[in-house]
């Protein structure tokens, strides 16, 4: 199954936002306009806005509100991206050099702001209000689940409650808003934006559980980055969280005291991923993802038949069958 194949539906379309996208990002600032060139460049899988007009093509007509929604969400998308990667001092996105490897910390976190500001006017240029407060919600979120993620990797005391909390707030709450949005831009019927609302949350938790089980099964090059990269980040995850909890308190606090040390080694790595595996933290994780998937699909049963809710449908299974 192709993230492509499932959003045809909405390909011209998409076509159309990239421009319209690029359109919305001039500026008379020289060094501003070649940043942005320079972001724009490697086009991504343009998730977030695929999901806005699918949602809106289910539950409606798609019209101009929907692509200021879209780009409202990837302005947010891009400078929550921006800026992450200047607090974990990144040196590389989509293949290419952060904005703080080739510029520096203070003009990343200018850009982030611009673009920041950009997606809000948008939605206040347009009387968009629904849109704002929809994104206002999930800024919100996400600051809250990157906080409490930090916060939490100093003890590394995370219970499956602290796992949830953070990635609703990281990962869940802007496909959420994306699909929340899409629903507001051709619907007034709030059964619809809630419905979206929900399938967005719960499809953006299944997303982020899978990406943390590639951090235990994947390889480099499926991934892009090192297998057990979170352990080296000090991130504890679903699947080991589940795994300690199988294991006796001291035993448990072995591994925690391992992690906190930092600078793990390949073979310490090796040895986690397997405690993790053999206590079941993968199957469980991979019975969690699944059971938010069926959560998913069942909130799109009050749409009727159509390709829009196929390929929403599929984009779900998708969250659970991608390998990358």
Not at 149 to 177: H, M, N, P, Q
Not at 195 to 202: F, H, I, L, T, V
Not at 288 to 312: G, N, T
């Amino acid at each position: 199954m192709k993230l492509n194949d499932i959003i045809k539906p909405v390909s011209k379309e998409l076509l159309e936002f990239n421009k319209y996208f690029k359109s919305t990002l001039k500026t008379d600032v020289a060094l501003l306009n070649l940043i942005i060139r320079y972001l724009t460049r490697k086009q991504g899988k343009q998730v977030r806005p695929a999901l806005v007009f699918l949602s809106a093509m289910l539950c409606g007509n798609l019209n101009s509100r929907v692509y200021v929604g879209a780009a409202l969400v990837e302005l947010l998308h891009t400078a929550t991206l921006i800026h992450d990667d200047v607090v974990d001092e990144a040196d590389e996105r989509r293949g290419i050099a952060s904005i703080n490897k080739q510029w520096n910390n203070k003009i990343a976190v200018l850009v982030g702001d611009f673009l920041l500001s950009k997606g809000l006017l948008s939605a206040i240029d347009g009387d968009e209000f629904a849109f704002l407060k929809i994104s206002s919600r999930a800024v919100r979120l996400m600051s809250e689940g990157e906080l409490l993620s930090i916060e939490k990797s100093k003890t590394l005391r995370v219970s499956e409650e602290d796992y949830f909390k953070i990635i609703k707030g990281k990962t869940a709450s802007l496909l959420s808003s994306c699909c929340e949005i899409g629903a507001y831009a051709a619907s007034d019927d709030t059964s619809h934006h809630e419905a979206m609302r929900n399938y967005g949350e719960y499809v953006g938790i299944a997303f982020q559980i899978r990406d943390d089980i590639f951090d235990f099964t994947a390889s480099r090059f499926d991934i892009g980055k090192p297998v057990g990269n979170d352990l080296k980040e000090k991130k504890i995850t679903l699947p080991l969280v589940y795994a300690m909890n199988k294991k006796t308190p001291d035993e448990a606090k072995a591994i925690i005291k391992t992690i906190k040390k930092g600078n793990l080694k390949s073979d310490k790595i090796k040895d986690i991923i397997k405690m993790t595996i053999a206590e079941g933290g993968i199957d469980y994780s991979n019975d969690v993802a699944m059971s938010y998937v069926s959560k998913a699909k069942q909130q799109l049963d009050i749409f009727p038949d159509s390709e829009a809710k196929q390929s929403l449908m599929d984009f779900a299974d998708y969250v659970l069958l991608r390998d990358n």
